[in-house]
């Protein structure tokens, strides 16, 4: 009996000892009731349809049911089965979430966050969305704004300040439901097997990139910690510090979990990779690649595609380097019949014609179905 | 920096509050010398997109889920109405399921951005481009791939139905009594539609009616009908015009 009682005021004080607040109460199958709501899921659902059929959407099981599998682990089970994940290929760093539970994870997102804790953060974050019923509240805050900002026009005579604060508070909001979103996020970072510290994480390598772009463009590197006046969300700078704030408070110390993002993005990393370098921009590019290395080495889809930045670019400088990261990952043993044409071409245009012949011809042996084969073959005889 | 903030604020106020309907007007465009005559094509109503909610007081688009049910119920009813009136079989779509349902969903996109150009630069003043200008000349379509929708290989004709009906909320409608006051116009409600036919076998557009301000409140029955009399306002090859479109007959080698 003593036990007994014994055992329960532990419990009650271990209860008494967790700070964080609790998680909102979890409805399955939350079906919408009111008007506005029932509105927007409609809608909803209209885009979801649409989203379903759309060309540039991901559908390898492996890679969907990675980040479903992710996904669980930061929410719970019983919280992620209803939501469906689609995995669009754009590369930039993006996730959506609407109001019906459909969440999108743009490739770029998964080609940045080095492993399952950093992606885990920001599908937290936008599963908060969804949970606190984001996209509600944001409708109804634009459209009492937006009548309000109607009446003044009509009524008081200089209603300028009145639209300018209304207009004001639209993005106030928006970024106040961001951060609300990040902190959720955050509570269920906390309560999974991951080091809440990696949502912090995030956005550190983040500003990090920006930064990388700016100076390859010429351009100041700057973080402002306040947000613009049209800014949708909090900046980089505010995320990171309160994040790691909170993580710092948080001191959760936990077991260190096998991680399977590089195995699972494996199959897809060359292609992402190939988006990445796609968008010229070569500052960016070069920290993310050195970033993936810190955690990876450099494999050789990193440094094949490190050589194909670097030949983009077409310094003669740039054309030896690039020459040496592809000789590097065919040297690993691994590297695709690409890495042969990457290197013929680098090496025709830094003028060893010989040695450049030779890797295409390789290239074309090793893939005589390519798409470009016979461009290549111009090139050698 | 204010300052040019305000200016755009301003601007952005003016077009949300004070569209004055520069196009608000029905065309209907039919490819020259086209004839539909009764009792020779099968037609293939595709999903008809259909939106409709509330304009808040503030000019927002509301979505209303009932509305819309109401609105695709009553608006199918109407059309199997209307379907004896058109002079030829009119059958809904079935939807493939699997590897078709992607390319069916770019058709329908792509039907839509061609319908919106045909009103953006053809039907009204104002953006019309030059090479539409000309009169009797109507040159759209989808592409002779259309055809190979999975579902349409017995078909003629493709039937293309989109409404949209923001109706004026209460809200919406004492404002613009208030507005009127202030001599400021403002429109409550945006009620539009357009409906276009495809011939299939060559993917070219032979039809298409808009209209900027339909009639008919397609949340009862009866409005349904009016709106789908509208929508179908010239449709090629109805009983009543055969006489008339059979005029031209050496141009109907089609």
Redo the contacts between chains.
Sequence with gaps: MVGLLLASAIGTSALAADKRPPLPTYMQAYTPTT??E??????ADEDE??LR???SVIRDTALNAYVRGVLCRTVGDDRCKSVRIYIDEIPAFNATMSPNGTLTVWSGLLLRVRNEAELGSILGHEFGHFELRHSLMDFKN??G???????A???VRNS?DI??NT?GGFYAFDRAQEREADMMGFQYLTRSRYPSSASADVWDHLMGEADATAIGRKGRAQHKYVAG?FASHPTNLARATYLRAASIEAADVKPAVVDTHQAAMAKWLPVFLNDQIKLNDFGGSEYLLANLAEGSGWTTPLLCARGDLYRERGNPRDLVSAAQFYQEAIGKGDAPPEAYRGLGLALLRSQQVAEGQAALATYLRLKPAATDAALIATLIS | MITL??AT??A??LA??AIAPAYAQEKTGLKPGFVLAPGTARIVLMRPSIRV?AQ?????Y?????W?DQAKENIATALAKAQTGLGNSVVGYVEPVGAG??K???YQ?LFGAVASSVIEYQFFKGNRLPTKKRKDQFEWGLGPDVRTLPGLEAADYALFITTEDHFGST?RKV?QV??AM?R?PITAGVHKGFAGLVDLRTGELVWLNADMQMGGDVRDAEGADKRVRQLLEGFPGKPVEAPIAAAPAIASAH
């Design positions: 008007v506005d029932r509105g927007i899921w409609m809608e349809r649409r059929e759309s060309r634009r459209r704004g937006s009548d309000l900002m109607a009446w026009s009509i009524l300028g639209r300018y207009i006046f | 903030c305000r604020l301003v952005l106020m949300v509050s909610g808040s007081t503030g000019g927002m509301e979505p209303n889920a009932d819309t349902s992607a069916v969903a770019e996109e809200g404002l208030f507005a202030a400021v």
